[in-house]
């Protein structure tokens, strides 16, 4: 880092190299390998804390948790499929740099919540930590927060410190299908709205024909006391899905309870754990778009109440398929390539709203590198935001050697 901040040569840091698609390009006439700052430095399994090198990989990380009955709670995308990287490997430092978070966000929040403290070196050449190894830590400047989602553009991490939660004992997920749009929203907000505790919550259209599709060779899949589904989870009618977690007894109170309220006009399912577990993963990892590789894809974050309507408005002005996470409060969009500017201005606009005051966040996450240039990948911040912004990045990085122009244009 000293060496390229004294040549005023930019770099691109590189670990596992799984996320090198996201964000605009970049152009450096240097990389920095940083996949030796790996290893698990300090677990502490009654403390629910883990120290690593911010290149230790994901798999690594997750197989030691595992023996222990433990998690990363915020359930880490892999999106090496999506971004065409098959032969990357995720690192826990690229998911919290990138501030990444699966389907349980809605119940456990996203990985910078999760995010305790680590040690970097700056865009100055200066080794700096912040935050510690316990979860009730409250000196100093909370830099955690600040890394997260900052794409490397701030600082090089080293060491990394989270917080893991332990694995739920059962796991099923209720099924919902065949309800036309506004009956399937409102059973999903019920769902959320109730006293079960759901942990994860989804939304297919029937217009989205690469919805996923549990294996066919798990057994016991759709459970052995639910008749089974039709196409619908294939793409023939919309499809709700809600995930349960805890002991054994509840789940199964839960499950009940939420088939009673909500599955009277309906057809209904119950996926067993194993492929509860596949379902979710492949939500996760975004595999309904996926396969769709000539598609741009898009990472929409509004409201839950609007996730709907924004896909609708989407799908009626652009060749799109799209569906909805975190309860509506994320939704997915692949995008006909023969729009001009991928959807871009289109997506923005239906963001807004009727009368301009909506509020939200596009992000560009799959698109050719031409277009990633041409539009702003990430949702272009107000002018004060924007200014605060380049402050910060000149304050750890002011002759912009980390990542020039990842989240914005160089100037």
């Not at 080794?127 to 490397?152: E, P, R």
């Not at 929203?185 to 759901?198: C, E, G, T």
């Not at 769709?292 to 309507?309: I, M, N, Q, Y």
């Not at 009626?316 to 991928?342: I, T």
Request: with cysteine.
């Amino acid at each position: 880092m000293g060496d390229a901040l004294a040549a005023d040569e930019p770099v691109e840091l590189v670990a596992g190299g799984s996320k090198r698609g996201l964000g605009r390009p970049t152009q450096t006439p240097h990389t920095l390998d940083l996949s030796r700052l790996a290893g698990i430095r300090d677990y502490q399994p009654n403390e629910l804390v883990l120290t690593a090198g911010a290149a230790t990989r994901l798999d690594e990380i997750g197989d030691l948790l595992a023996q222990h009955g433990q998690m990363l709670a915020f359930e880490p995308p892999d999106w090496r499929a999506l971004l065409g990287a098959p032969e990357a490997r995720p690192t826990l430092g690229g998911v919290l740099a990138c501030n990444l978070s699966g389907p349980r966000r809605i119940k456990a929040g996203a990985a910078r919540d999760h995010f305790l403290g680590f040690r970097a070196v700056s865009g100055r050449g200066e080794i700096f930590k912040s935050g510690g190894k316990v979860v009730k830590n409250v000196t100093g400047y909370d830099l955690s927060k600040l890394m997260a989602g900052s794409y490397g553009t701030l600082a090089a991490l080293e060491e990394v410190t989270v917080k893991v939660l332990p694995r739920p004992e059962h796991v099923e997920t209720v099924m919902l299908c065949g309800l036309d749009l506004p009956m399937a929203l409102s059973a999903m907000s019920k769902a959320l709205a109730s006293p079960h505790d759901v942990s994860a919550a989804a939304y297919f259209p029937a217009s989205t024909t690469e919805a996923p599709v549990p294996s066919p060779t798990l057994p016991g899949e759709w459970g052995s006391e639910r008749r089974q589904l039709s196409p619908v989870i294939a793409g023939a009618a919309e499809t709700v899905a809600l995930r349960l977690e805890g002991p054994g007894p509840s789940v199964a109170f839960r499950r009940e309870r939420l088939l009673a309220e909500l599955a009277a006009e309906c057809e209904s399912a119950v996926l067993d754990e194993a492929a509860t577990a596949n379902y979710w993963r492949l939500v996760r990892d975004v595999e309904p778009f996926t396969r769709l590789a000539d598609r741009t894809v898009w990472r929409v974050s509004v409201a839950p109440a609007r996730g709907a309507e924004i896909g609708v408005a989407i799908a009626r002005s652009l060749d799109a398929q799209w569906y909805l996470d975190w309860g509506g409060g994320l939704l997915w969009a692949a995008v006909s390539s023969a729009e001009e500017d991928g959807g871009a201005a289109t997506i923005r606009r239906a963001i807004r709203g009727a009368d301009g005051h909506g509020t939200g966040h596009a992000t560009l996450i799959r698109g050719p590198a031409a277009l990633r240039r041409a539009v702003p990948v990430f949702e272009p911040p107000p002018p004060a935001l924007a200014a605060l912004a380049a402050r910060i990045k000149a304050g750890f990085d002011p002759r912009q050697i980390l990542n020039p122009g990842r989240m914005v244009e160089r100037s």
